[in-house]
């Protein structure tokens, strides 16, 4: 008898060659009794600390670590990838962030990173950045690149799907999403010149349903309400935090359009901005060489401000 299977029945047989190659070069690591798969290698400059959005993972990275030397730690968030996904837990970004601290803490030690952050990952970047103003943060930031994240929500144009899991009706959508929903969703937020790919897709849905996460989409949307809540916290930290701190910003994107873009600038007139023409919302898949090209340029520039600032002080 024949029976649909467009569900996420089996974690096992779900992901695909791709994503078990990734999660082989990966490990768990434990953070307040959940398990987090964590990516980490040693190489050159300032490691880069790799925060992904929603509703990917650190999966996103691999083609960008590629063409890198850096030190690098990527990692998925939880509810996210291959970390755990709990039921019951309020999906904050603060906690998101405890964690970033932890592992970076963990695995880093005390040298200074460099934050890489896109999508959701923008704001708990901005939450550590808040943090360090504080006088509360437990790392060192040497700099930050944050490209392609709604951080002024109001300027952003969410997808339906995002509308949808925001609503009253989100735990139905997100009972209801099927890959082929999937697929229409993510794939609209590529550019035309770098549309998503059939493998590609299938990876991204693999990760999403592993270990139940079809399912959550209603509570890891969570963090769009923390962006209106928090964003005097948020947005001050843009403006205020005194390290280097640039955008880069691919210009198709539909959903973090360039109207969330010249807010920021507004905010922070002064940060270095890249504009890249001919990218969407993930510019790391769609052109992983140059967004490599983009976060060396970054990287470079929070040297250069380091021995700045650090003349000015003596």
């Given amino acids: 008898m024949y029976r649909r299977t467009n569900y996420c029945a089996s974690v096992a047989a779900e ?36 925060l992904h959005g929603f509703p990917s993972s650190s999966f996103d990275w691999r083609a960008l670590l590629a063409e890198t030397d850096h030190s690098a730690l990527a990692f998925d968030f939880l509810g996210f990838g291959l970390s755990d996904k709990p039921r019951d837990h ?46 509360t943060l437990t790392i060192d930031i040497a700099g930050a690149v944050l490209f392609n994240g709604s951080i002024v929500l109001e300027r952003a144009s969410l997808t339906p799907s995002q509308k949808l899991l925001r609503s009253r009706f989100g735990p139905i959508a997100a009972r209801l999403s099927s890959e082929r929903f999937f697929r229409h969703q993510f794939g609209g937020v590529f550019s035309d010149s770098h549309p998503l790919s059939d493998e590609e897709a299938a990876d991204q849905w693999a990760l999403l349903c592993h ?34 701190l640039s955008f880069a910003w691919g210009c198709e994107d539909p959903v973090a359009t360039l109207a969330v873009l010249d807010a920021l600038v507004e905010l922070r007139p002064t940060a270095p901005v890249t504009r890249l023409p001919g990218l969407g919302h993930y510019p790391q898949l769609e052109d992983p060489q140059t967004m490599a090209e983009v976060l060396r340029g970054a990287v470079a520039h929070s040297a250069i401000d380091s021995s700045s600032r650090a003349r000015s002080s003596d």
């Fill in 211 to 244: 270990n139940g996460g079809r399912t959550l989409g209603h509570r890891l949307v969570h963090y769009l309400g923390e962006r209106v809540e928090l964003a005097d916290r948020w947005h001050g930290a843009i403006r205020d935090w005194p390290g280097a």
């Fill in 15 to 50: 992901l695909t060659d791709r994503v078990r190659d990734w999660r082989a070069r990966g490990r768990m690591e434990t953070f307040r009794d959940r398990r987090i798969h964590v990516f980490d290698r040693e190489g050159e400059e300032t490691p880069l600390v790799l």
């Fill in 90 to 135: 309020v999906y904050s970004l603060a906690w998101q962030a405890d964690l970033a601290e932890e592992l970076v803490g963990r695995i880093i030690g005390d040298r200074p990173v460099f934050l890489v952050a896109h999508d959701m990952g923008t704001s708990v970047a901005t939450e550590l950045l808040a943090r360090d103003l504080e006088g």
